[in-house]
């Protein structure tokens, strides 16, 4: 068991350090025997995660969660759910597991790594993606639509995998989530890594030449907006990262591009980003417009883009600062990717407000605020 987990933690972080598949706290993964299961805690970053960064469970007691019957108020729900994948924790380090290790349980595989590439996510997030994916990898893989993440999702998934098994007498080994990103499972870490390359030289093939991502020297302009951003925050202290890549321009170049990237596509770029940015003619528009945007959302913008100049991301530190700044750039290259798989599809409002009040991405947002 050890070696397994060590080999775990050596794919968590190959994957958790490129920026191209996981930031931050995002993708989990998980090593399985025949009664318990390692999974990567809620908010921890596969980075740098080390066996402490799992929460070990009882593979037993999980399958409650296949077989109960559960509160039809989604509230209520997804606090049943939780509950009792609490009562599976064996391991003491006092962290959550993954809102996805009922997913995690039920794969077949010993090892699973579950990622949000820039490049799938270009697909996933494009109005042709199940056409693209039928097309590109036809019925080796299965395909899910969007659904909320938590229960809904799990049981979603789970009827799949059972529907593929049946067709196929055997185990699927790669499951998109539709606006969300992929499930590569296999029995060694070798195998996920040959899998997802493969994913990658499949997609690549549909792909022209992309907007470069390196910010270069920041303009005046930008420096000028972080300080108004400071001298408007009143005693509370701001932390500002600026980019002026070739993405962020090209969709700062005038409000209406910047509408294309105004509307999250995954459930990640909610949970860092928040749901709303604002977009700015010009730098002395701040007080008026920021003002009227805490007033409509009831929170102060996380991204501010200035038209012409590129974009900046403010937290309370500079490290959450640089994860909004991360997650926005890969929410605007996804934007982009979506061009070649049929424009872009964006989540909807009621999607994008279950995440916002969601209590376990809520939590997992201050986890990775903290870690």
């Known amino acids: ?66 077989q109960k019957k559960y509160s039809d108020n989604t509230a209520s729900r997804e606090q049943e759910v939780k509950e009792d994948l609490h009562q599976a924790i064996l391991s003491t380090h006092g962290k959550r597991p993954s809102v996805e290790a009922s997913m995690h349980e039920i794969i077949r595989y010993p090892f699973v790594m579950h990622t949000h590439p820039t490049l799938v996510n270009g697909v996933l997030c494009a109005k042709n993606a199940k056409a693209t994916i039928d097309k590109v990898f036809g019925d080796e893989v299965v395909y899910v ?16 995998l059972e529907q593929y098994r049946a067709a196929k007498n055997k185990e699927a080994k790669v499951i998109f989530l539709e606006n969300h990103g992929v499930f590569v499972a296999a029995d060694t870490c070798e195998e996920i890594e040959a899998i997802y390359a493969n994913i990658e030289a499949v997609l690549e093939k549909h792909v022209e030449k992309l907007p470069g991502v390196d910010s270069a020297r920041v303009s005046a302009d930008l420096i000028a907006l972080g300080n108004e951003i400071r001298a408007n925050a009143g005693s509370g202290e701001q932390f500002i990262i600026a980019d002026n890549s070739e993405i962020s321009l090209l969709y700062t170049d005038n409000v209406d591009g910047f509408k294309e990237v105004a509307i999250p596509f995954t459930p990640d770029n909610i949970v860092y980003c928040k749901s709303n940015y604002l977009f700015l003619n010009r730098t002395k528009d701040l007080s008026e417009k920021l003002d009227s945007f805490v007033e409509k959302h009831d929170y102060p913008p996380k991204i501010i883009a200035l038209k012409g100049k590129g974009i900046v991301a403010v937290e309370e530190s500079i490290k959450s600062a640089q994860i909004v700044m991360d997650v926005f750039k890969d929410m605007m290259m996804v934007s982009y990717l979506t061009r070649f798989f049929g424009g872009p599809n964006p989540m909807t409002q009621e999607q994008i407000d279950f995440i916002d009040n969601w209590e376990v991405e809520n939590y997992r947002r201050k986890m990775s605020k903290s870690s």
């Open 1 to 66: 068991m050890e070696n397994n987990l060590n080999q775990l933690i050596a794919l968590s972080h190959k994957f958790g350090q490129d920026p191209t598949y996981v930031i931050a706290g995002g993708g989990n993964s998980s090593f399985k025997t025949d009664d318990k299961m390692w999974v990567k805690a809620s908010g921890t970053s596969m980075a740098n995660i080390d066996q402490d960064g799992f929460v070990c469970l009882d593979r037993e007691k999980m399958k409650v969660v296949s």
């Open 145 to 160: 639509r969007y659904i909320d993440p938590g229960y809904v999702l799990f049981k979603e998934v789970k009827i799949a």
